[in-house]
């Protein structure tokens, strides 16, 4: 049978367009399908603008930090319609980037929703219907509000970034990366921020020192956090939306936004007519390989909710386009990932946390806790965390977890040495880089604890 293409990419996020270029290069006649805008969720509404945001909330702390350094500098105000404006202009700017490197791969660009009609056919929202040889699937995941009275009077990640105006109070409900995050940019931006979140202690499957650490900086920072809280109701009321929690609390705020959980955009693409097998929380069942349970199709990315990180899907990409189009079976490595959660302050973690190393076999841990020089010359009260994880068997550091200005930098670095195997004396030897916060990680020379 002849087909139109040899690939066609469902999403024109991270690991889709990755895979469509790739796999164009090697002579591939490749489609590719998007029904918003070019970049995904990375790029349009996720880690860019967040990151964005999270530069512009670090001002103030960095005006009155430079006054304890004796500069002469006033604090000034953050004006949200000039900040958004040259935000739009970015994400402009960078959707037209990865237009440009498609178009330049020889990739057929379609701005349609695309939907299976079958194992090799794709019908588009314009009426068009092509078949392809293969298809992948990358169409990512979303937020949603949660299932409850009243909870569309909330905003999601989603909106956070399209407001007109910021509010002067925001109730943000959730414990986990974006809750924590968003919490942090907009108490840094001047709203009076206030957190709920239904579980113990936020920041759930990470290491439990580094959370408490982060909690307590968050708390120190201004950001009213209730952990072991939840929304008993909420209506809209002049000024804003009336919250009742659990904890006993009833306040107006000026925005509620949920971050309560992300669901695979799995709904409404004929995936399960096709013979895909979806599982239970939405996602795609995938292989090793990326491939589903019907042989033509694959999916990379969010979609299937194994690592839901940008870098992940590009990785998962690269390694379907060697699989598929190379003769090269590549199964993807989601082991070691190192990750940065751009808390404030910021939070670099590698490999397993405490908890879960302790369970697994005999450690050692090893642990320091400071305040940095730059902080306390300023007066602040901010400390930062360094840990190892060690195995006793092998003395291999099995996790590294840093909270600390710039986390997400240094654990890049820590994240090659501990993809490599090194051991606590391969750290040891290493010579300490000083005066820097980072050295502590090779000067630590006996272990706190071990379980």
Known sequence: MAFDFDLFVIGGGSGGVRAA??????????????????????????????????????????????RAYGWDVQDGSFNWTTFRGKLDSELDRLEGVY??????????????????ADPHTVTLSTGETKTAKHILVATGGRPVLPDMPGAELGITSNEIFKLDQLPDSILIVGGGYIACEFAGILNGLGVKVTQFYRGAQILRGFDGEARGLIADQMRERGVDLHCGTNILSMEQVDGGIRVKGSNGSEATYGQVMFATGRVPNTDGIGLEEAGVKIGRRGEIA????????????????DVTNRVNLTPVAIREGMAFVETVFKGNPTPVDHDLIPSAVFTQPEFGTVGLSEEDAREIEPIEVYCTSFKPMNHSFAGRSDRVMMKLIVSKATRKVLGCHIVADHAGELIQMVGIAVKMGATKEDFDRTVAVHPTISEELVTMKEPVRSA
């Open 21 to 66: 270029r790739v796999a164009a290069a090697t002579g591939a006649k490749v489609a590719l399908a998007e029904e918003y805008r070019m970049g995904g969720t990375c790029v349009i509404r996720g880690c860019v603008p967040k990151k964005l945001m999270v530069f512009a909330s670090e001002f103030h702390e960095a005006m009155s930090d430079a």
């Open 286 to 301: 995938v292989d090793d390989y990326s491939q589903t349970a019907v042989p033509s199709i694959y999916a990379v990315g």
């Open 99 to 116: 237009r440009r490197l498609l178009d330049g791969s020889g990739v057929t660009v379609f701005d349609a929703r695309a939907a299976l």
